[in-house]
């Protein structure tokens, strides 16, 4: 119950409160605290000791991730918002694995492309290189079988 939970951690925040009170008087040189406290006598240790327990417990009920439990719990509209954001992020993950899927068949495919490009090059290469040398001789018996040299790309 919300109005409950407020209530705890009101209460522990008194506590505290006293807690850190009844500290300083136990730590106070003062005469006006020593009559007060001399009835009770606590130490230092055992007050911070305390005081420290009902700040953990009261930081833990304050804390973001409780405040969420209870809205999730207390909430239903908040609860359909936030499983409405888990199913459209889950989309978006099963979005994102399908292109990750095509663009690495993409890669592949290029890869292919790009070994098919390689080998029609050197096909084409070997042609030109034939085609030279036969331009070459030709050329070579026009000119009484000088030797001819075809250069350049």
Do not use: C
Request: overall charge positive.
């Amino acid at each position: 119950n919300r109005r409950t939970r407020v209530i705890i951690i009101d209460e522990l925040e008194e506590l505290a409160g006293f807690l850190t009170q009844r500290l300083v008087e136990a730590s106070s040189d003062s005469i006006k605290f020593d009559m007060v406290s001399s009835s009770h006598t606590q130490d230092s240790n055992t007050l911070r000791r305390l005081l420290d327990g009902v700040e953990g417990i009261a930081s833990r009920l304050t804390e973001l991730k409780m405040q969420q439990l209870q809205t999730l719990r207390d909430s239903p509209a908040y609860t359909d918002r936030l499983v409405d954001t888990f199913k459209q992020k889950l989309r978006l993950k099963e979005k994102v694995l399908s292109s990750i899927e095509d663009l690495k068949q993409k890669v592949q495919e290029t890869e292919e492309e790009r070994g098919k490009g390689v080998e029609q090059i050197k096909v084409l290469q070997d042609r030109v290189k034939s085609w030279r040398e036969e331009v070459e001789q030709d050329i070579s018996k026009r000119y009484k079988g000088r030797k001819v040299t075809i250069s350049g790309a």
